[in-house]
């Protein structure tokens, strides 16, 4: 199973908005409504901000947000602050109880 | 809260053994689906196994069936991750996850613990 695709890079002022992508194929993010997105920071678990594709777990802030279409998945940062600067992983379900993570993107907030 | 503590990393050579413990509390252990993903330095997260609540069921990726085993003792709300014939690409944080099946996600994760298989 390959890593799906995300931009090794994004970066944006305090108050832009992002969007990062996560790209697969139709036998993992194309296939299923189960991507998931995770924030870390270096040296710390990483922790859960987006499941099925569009949900926020209690207690994440609704800046974040997600969308899916065909093979491609995007997390979308509104109102960018600096406590936002980490790296951001998207992971989907491939079938067979099986998961694959993204390359990862490492957020700037200039 | 939700706690997930990993243990039993360290240094050891190409071709040997360890064995992981997540001890977990906070919740009902016995009800949930864990995972272990790991993360080689610098990298990114790499899935590696899910067990069913029960145990009977375990999943693995590719780059470590045969060589890994999982296990679970509901008991000791524990959960085990037995590597054999390890090799220095097997070097990486080892995290413990919970994965909760209403969205396939994993929901809380322990602190990690680093693996470094080296000569």
């Known amino acids: 199973q390959s890593a799906l695709t995300q931009p090794a890079s994004v970066s944006g002022s305090p108050g832009q908005s992002i969007t990062i992508s996560c790209t697969g194929a139709?036998?993992?993010?194309?296939?299923?409504?189960?991507v998931s997105w995770f924030q870390q920071y270096p040296g710390k678990a990483p922790k859960l901000m987006i499941y099925?594709?569009?949900k926020r777990p209690s207690g994440i802030s609704d800046r974040f947000s997600g969308s899916k279409s065909g093979n491609s998945a995007s997390l979308t940062i509104s109102g960018l602050q600096a406590e936002d600067e980490a790296d951001y992983y998207c992971?989907?379900?491939?079938?067979?109880?099986?998961?694959?993570f993204g390359t990862g993107t490492k957020v700037n907030v200039l | 809260q939700v706690q997930l503590v990993e243990s039993g990393g360290g240094l050891v050579e190409p071709g040997g053994s360890l064995r992981l413990s997540c001890a977990a509390s906070?919740?009902?252990?016995?009800?949930?689906?864990m995972t272990w993903i790991r993360q080689a330095p610098g990298k990114g997260l790499e899935w590696i196994s899910n067990?069913?609540?029960?145990?009977?069921?375990?999943y693995y990726a590719d780059s470590v069936g045969g060589r890994f085993t999982v296990s679970r003792d509901n008991a000791k709300n524990s959960l085990y991750l037995q590597m054999n014939s390890l090799r220095v690409e097997d070097t990486a944080v080892y995290y413990c996850?919970?994965?909760?099946?209403?969205?396939?996600?994993?929901?809380?994760w322990g602190q990690g613990i680093l693996v470094t298989v080296s000569s």
């Open positions: 139709s036998s993992d993010v194309g296939g299923y409504n189960l």
């Open positions: 996850a919970r994965m909760d099946l209403v969205g396939a996600r994993f929901d809380n």
């Open positions: 906070g919740f009902t252990f016995s009800d949930y689906y």
């Open positions: 067990i069913h609540n029960s145990g009977k069921t375990i």
């Open positions: 099925e594709v569009n």
């Open positions: 992971c989907s379900y491939a079938g067979n109880r099986n998961y694959v």
